[in-house]
């Protein structure tokens, strides 16, 4: 059963002077001395930053995970897991222990099961923050990327992701999907996204940014980076562009391993720059900090997450950023790599971030940042600078004036009609045709009729509806064709190539989707012994749009850049001709046998 405060809270739409009477107490209203109706003075900013303790500043400072539906009623499981995590059984608890500013909702912490649960969730945390003394709103965040990042599912608008953004490479396309993300995560209460990323992808074998970058053209990821930053502030909210100073060159994921890039100082100006330096100049609310080394920029051998010389010397001073700085995951091994748990934070701080995410253990964490001001290893001021940004950002947001969502705003913007028929428009316009020999696509429904869909059925990214094969099945089916669907996997054995090789001798076509293949990959060897049969085989690239290359003898191929359903629907209306390819590789190929070699420019894509 929902908590009723959450539910009164979102149920009619409260005027604001009754929310601050009725949720504020002695918290934000009086803290502005009962002006609370005027919050656009800076004074008035800064007269509540000189009103709270420093344990409120510290905890203004932390965006916290926490496990639960509810703020103050989540599933036991979750209260178990909140207590052998943080201490704490629930979100209001962990808010009133440690003040935080920040909470951050992922799908595994169960945080985001619907629309309507997601926003009293989102009002559950706000009432808990705002009733306490000198309460103020809490900042809510999620990394909603958007294709194979996405932390709100259906029936929220799903849009293409970034590789994908970066194959249409209109900025018009990059700043309406933006602002659709934008108007349904502020309904949803949800007011900061860790979106866009700014990474430019120079290396194939990047395995944690990929198809997350806009592509491997400074100037192209720079202008999408923009217009993304452009059409998420325009609904009010805050964009993050990440991961300063780039991580699209690393063959190590900083989740598990710490990053070493190499760019000299020159290459960094003009390979990795240009998108941080874009999305400045566009009014970016937020900067994420990357896990990684840069020798050139900083050869202390610390991660720039604790590097002083690059997030005050060059973000700050350089490039003349003045907003919000926050920290990738402090559970990440990047940044764990060198220093304790308890030294992370003070150091992520010495070094010029404002919000530090998702420690570890916020108890550790917190405290430390606490005693390092006692000990005068930080001082209060340091803390101030930091927690009136953070002001600053709520108030630019509109959270310190409305902090609560309702449901009929939810209604008028989750998954609307308008939004989802923009979201498979845009889609049509990302599907890159990279292989057409003998013209074999678009398939003929009279030729062709009877269609094998095979394949790689990764787990689907959150909330879509999977696996690929039976996606593209029933799409092609809805389109005319008769197609069924066999999973094969992402390393089929001898007998499940066996299998799909006997299927492929009952049908017209088969679809093959390919997903991050290698030289050594099964998949290979199912998509050679299928081309084998006769039978005219179109691949089509779920993932990567780097396999390509290891499938030389193929006869249609398609890069999709993720297997979301609108981009495998989108995909289904190209294979059958509904609409024509329009995507352009924002990538180059290389050649399998030969890295140096470009098989695939960037800018290539056929038509029909």
């Known amino acids: 059963m929902r908590d009723p405060a959450e539910q009164n ?24 001395g009962g002006e609370a109706h005027s919050y656009d003075s800076d004074a008035r900013l800064r007269r509540i930053v000189s009103g709270m303790t420093l344990e409120e500043k510290v905890g203004q400072l932390f965006v916290m995970r926490v496990y639960g539906h509810s703020a103050t009623a989540p599933d036991q499981a979750d209260i178990d897991a909140n207590l052998a995590e943080i201490g704490v059984r629930t979100a209001a608890e962990l808010v009133a222990r440690y003040r935080v500013g920040g909470i951050i909702y992922f799908t595994w912490a169960h945080n985001t099961r619907d629309p309507h649960q997601i926003a009293d969730l989102s009002n559950g945390i706000q009432k808990a923050s705002l009733s306490l003394s000198r309460g103020l709103p809490v900042l809510i965040s999620t990394d909603q990327e958007h294709g ?115 760019h000299t100082r020159e290459q960094w100006n003009t390979v990795d720059a240009p998108p941080f330096r874009a999305a400045i100049r566009a009014g970016i609310d937020s900067i994420m900090t990357a896990h990684i080394m840069v020798p050139a920029l900083d050869d202390s051998g ?68 606490l005693e390092a001001v006692r000990q005068g290893e930080l001082t209060e001021e340091r803390l101030d600078t930091s927690v009136l940004r953070i002001l600053r950002l709520k108030n630019r947001l509109g959270l310190l004036d409305r902090p609560y969502v309702t449901h009929d705003g939810v209604d008028r913007a989750v998954g609307v009609r308008g939004h989802l028929l923009a979201a498979d428009r845009i889609a049509e316009r990302t599907t890159t045709l990279l292989v057409n020999e003998g013209k074999l696509l678009p398939l ?151 890295p140096t070699s470009v098989l695939y420019p960037i800018g290539h894509g056929l038509s029909y």
């Open 148 to 262: 194979i990042v996405a932390r709100v599912g259906r029936p929220a608008t799903l849009l293409p992701g970034a590789m994908a953004l970066g194959a249409n490479g209109s900025r018009t396309d990059a700043r309406t999907a933006g602002r659709i993300s934008g108007a349904e995560l502020r309904a949803l209460g949800i007011r900061q996204d860790y979106a866009p990323v700014a990474d430019v992808n120079v290396n194939p074998a990047n395995p944690v940014i990929g198809v997350r970058s806009f592509g491997a053209d400074p100037k192209a990821v720079a202008g999408l980076v923009a217009a993304q930053v452009m059409g998420y502030q325009r609904s009010s909210v805050a964009a993050t562009a990440k991961h300063f100073p780039g991580h699209g060159d690393t063959a190590v994921d900083s989740h598990y391993g710490f990053p070493v890039i190499e």
């Open 9 to 32: 809270g979102i149920s009619t739409r409260p005027s604001r002077r009754a929310l601050l009477a009725a949720t504020a107490g002695t918290g934000a209203a009086l803290a502005l």
């Open 302 to 369: 610390d991660p720039a997450t604790l590097s002083h010389p690059i997030l005050t010397g060059i973000l700050r001073g350089q490039l003349g950023y003045d907003g919000v700085v926050v920290t990738d995951s402090l559970g990440m091994q990047g940044v764990r790599e060198k220093y304790g748990d308890d030294r992370v934070p003070v150091l992520a701080l010495k070094a010029g971030v404002d919000q530090l995410l998702n420690p570890p253990s916020i108890d550790i964490a917190w405290n430390a940042v």
């Open 444 to 594: 003929s429904r009279v030729t062709h009729k009877r269609v094998l869909v095979v394949g790689a059925d990764p787990a689907s990214p959150s909330g879509t509806t999977g696996p690929p094969t039976s996606v593209l099945a029933a799409a092609l089916t809805e389109l005319g064709f008769t197609a069924t669907a066999l999973s094969t996997g992402t390393a089929p054995s001898a007998a499940v190539i066996a299998r799909a090789v006997a299927a492929a001798g009952e049908v017209d076509a088969v679809v093959v989707g390919t997903y991050n293949l290698s030289g050594a990959s099964s998949q290979r060897t199912l998509v050679a012994q299928l081309l084998a049969t006769g039978r005219p085989v179109v691949c089509v690239a779920v993932r990567n749009p780097y396999d390509v290359a290891q499938l030389p003898d193929v006869q249609a191929y398609l890069a999709t850049y993720s297997w979301t359903d609108v981009e495998l629907r989108a995909a289904a209306r190209v294979i059958a001709g509904r609409v024509r390819p329009r995507g352009k590789l924002p990538v180059p190929v290389l050649r399998a046998d030969d």
